[in-house]
């Protein structure tokens, strides 16, 4: 099974700022696309932001202009900046990776998920 990290989730006033992480700690040298999605309690699981192997990033309209996705090649981490959070941005956040290239063992790397990590917004 192929281990996906997610991290930096918490509990955090309206209007505060989180940090998530996503790595793949044993696939360092592959390239993937990195998807966040969310699950809001009672919710299905919905699509939060992107960001391609290139560098190419999209987000849901939803989080457009307060959160950011970006990736540390040298660290092998891929970061969601998540700014003026908001009650309803309240609920699991998973890493999915997808569309590998490399070693043929970078394949394991198609639909991957973390466990999730819990972000909780008070108002």
């Known amino acids: 099974r192929v281990e996906v990290v997610e991290s930096g989730g918490g509990s955090v006033e309206a209007g505060g700022s989180l940090r998530l992480s996503c790595e793949v700690p044993?696939?360092?040298?592959?390239?993937?696309?990195t998807y966040w999605y969310r699950q809001p309690p009672g919710k299905e699981r919905e699509f939060v932001s992107t960001?391609?192997?290139?560098?190419?990033?999209a987000y849901a309209d939803s989080v457009k202009g307060r959160f950011t996705i970006s990736q540390d090649a040298a660290k092998h981490t891929v970061y969601l900046q998540m700014n003026n959070l908001q009650p309803e941005d309240t609920a699991m956040y998973y890493c999915?990776?997808?569309?590998?290239?490399?070693?043929?063992?970078?394949?394991?790397?198609?639909?991957?998920w973390g466990q999730g990590t819990q972000v909780t917004v008070s108002s």
């Open positions: 999915k990776t997808d569309r590998p290239q490399g070693d043929r063992r970078c394949g394991v790397l198609y639909g991957a």
């Open positions: 044993e696939y360092t040298e592959c390239r993937f696309d």
């Open positions: 960001i391609d192997s290139d560098g190419s990033a």
